[in-house]
């Protein structure tokens, strides 16, 4: 039995992004490749900023995207609740442990008297930090300030003078002077847990024993090293993955088409294709072919993460949402297309249909005009479209009707008839054809276009151009 055990750990004050979907899959797969447990925390202490909506929105696309948490909102176990919003009385237990060994003390300091040391100290030339202003009052100077209404936060006294080290699982050594990190806030005024305290707890407490995260956490880890540290409670490993950035090298943007995992989804990108793409981004030595969702763990490894920020890039996307279409089962197909078919149409034509289409199409929008195409009347063709029938000429429609009727809507005995008639093979055969039959150059292979077509469609067609 494995002890790996990881988490992934959103705060739902927004939909879940590529970033964030990317740790999420990073950490399940670490799990899942050692046979561990991978768990599921709602950091939504911010009550300002969390809902329920996004929440519920978040763990949704967890799903969608085929990663299961063993433990987690809607899956209690004995080390929850894993939301952070129920867990006070657990957090009320260690602030007691933590200021009764002197790791905290209680800070007076107004958000101005605080902006202003803030300004003094860049000033100055230094690093802003908190000053410890409040670090060494007498009992009798806290009375005071707690009788003038003041609500303390409570924070961590840092011990000075040593060194901080990790082995981060993919930045490797780590080392921070403790005497540059001022003393931080665990509780805020407000009686809410500060992240340094609820996100190291929460690991510990949960069994986490390797926390893949992004990398704007680095400069957290020994803060929070330091709280485990005080509480003797168990480290676990931190892994900070290299920042996701737009095409362009600058932050994730919508414009740049890679939205909330939410807008994907409804775009009509497919789970499999996204799991395809990002298990490769940052992330080398995957194998350049489809991977299928069962065999995903086996191809990930921490070690081969890399160091460098990747670039989201939409064409690689794409490439694995064609692949994944590919792949899709009959009915997956046509549940996938769904919306994107002419309303009333029957189940049978909604399957030849999807099936028909499913290698010319990356999203179900793109079906819509085969559907026009197969169902409704052909587009109007443009000049050099006209110019290929006209060269082709009224008898090559009229015996193509004639070949049709006598062999029906087989492909190749069709070909040969109509070869037999009138000499032509290949393209300059198929394309008068499929223009007639379609409007368009290209699209689904000729065969199971022209068995899908409705008989009485493909006659009006060749005989439209047969006069
Ligand atoms: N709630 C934090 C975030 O979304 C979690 C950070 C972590 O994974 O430790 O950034
Ligand atoms: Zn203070």
């Known amino acids: 039995m494995s002890t790996t055990v990881t988490r992934f750990a959103p705060s739902p004050t927004g939909l879940l992004h590529l970033g964030n979907a990317r740790t999420a899959l990073f950490s399940w797969l670490h799990a899942r490749a050692a046979g561990g447990r991978f768990i599921v925390r709602a950091e939504d202490t911010d009550a300002a900023r969390s809902s329920e909506e996004f929440l519920t ?77 409040c670090r060494d009052l007498m009992p009798a100077q ?40 001022g003393d931080f806030i665990l509780r805020r005024a407000d009686g809410s847990p500060a992240f340094f305290f609820c996100n190291a707890v929460d690991d510990a407490l949960m069994g986490v024993t390797d926390v893949l995260r992004g990398e704007d956490h680095v400069a957290n880890t020994p803060r929070q090293l ?50 395809n793409y990002l298990l490769r981004l940052g992330h080398q030595g995957a194998p350049d072919a489809w991977i299928e969702r069962a065999d995903l763990p086996k191809h990930f490894a921490l070690a081969r993460v890399g160091h460098s920020p990747s670039r989201f890039d939409e064409q690689q996307l794409l490439h694995w949402q064609r692949e994944a279409i590919k792949r899709l089962p009959a009915e997956a197909a046509v549940e996938w297309l769904g919306p994107s078919l002419p309303p009333g149409l029957s189940a049978d034509d909604a399957r030849r249909l999807a099936q028909l289409v499913q290698h010319n199409v990356i999203f179900p929008d793109d079906a819509a005009p085969w559907a026009q195409v197969v169902f409704g009347e052909p587009p109007a063709l443009g000049e050099a479209d006209l110019a290929v029938l006209e060269e082709a000429g009224t008898g090559f429609f009229a015996a193509a009707l004639a070949a049709f009727e006598e062999v029906g809507a087989d492909a190749g005995a069709l070909a040969r008839a109509l070869k037999a008639r009138t000499g032509r093979k290949g393209a300059a055969l198929f394309m008068p054809l499929r223009l007639a039959l379609t409007g368009c150059r290209e699209g689904p292979e000729f065969g199971p276009l022209l068995a899908t077509l409705a008989p009485d469609k493909i006659r009006a067609r060749f005989a439209a151009r047969a006069r």
Do not use: N
């Open 142 to 181: 806290r009375a005071a300030r707690a009788a003038e209404g003041r609500a303390p936060t409570l924070r961590f006294r840092v011990p000075g003078a040593r060194r901080v080290t990790f082995e981060d699982g993919v930045r490797g050594p780590q080392s921070f002077e403790a005497a540059d990190i």
């Open 226 to 275: 330091l709280v485990l540290e005080a509480l003797g409670l168990p480290q676990p490993r931190y892994a900070h993955l290299p920042l996701l950035l737009g095409a362009d090298g600058a932050p994730l943007s919508k414009r740049q088409g890679a939205a909330s995992v939410a807008d994907m989804r409804s775009r009509g990108y497919l789970p499999e294709a996204l799991v």
């Open 57 to 133: 929105a978040q763990l949704e696309d967890l799903r969608w995207l085929g990663i299961d948490w063993d433990a987690g909102p809607g899956r209690e176990d004995a080390l929850g609740p894993y939301r952070q919003s129920q867990r006070g009385e657990v957090y009320a237990g260690l602030y007691e442990t933590l200021e009764r060994d002197g790791h905290l003390y209680p800070c007076y300091c107004s958000a101005v008297e605080l902006d202003v040391s803030r300004r003094a100290q860049l000033a100055a030339g230094q690093p802003p930090r908190y000053a410890g202003t």
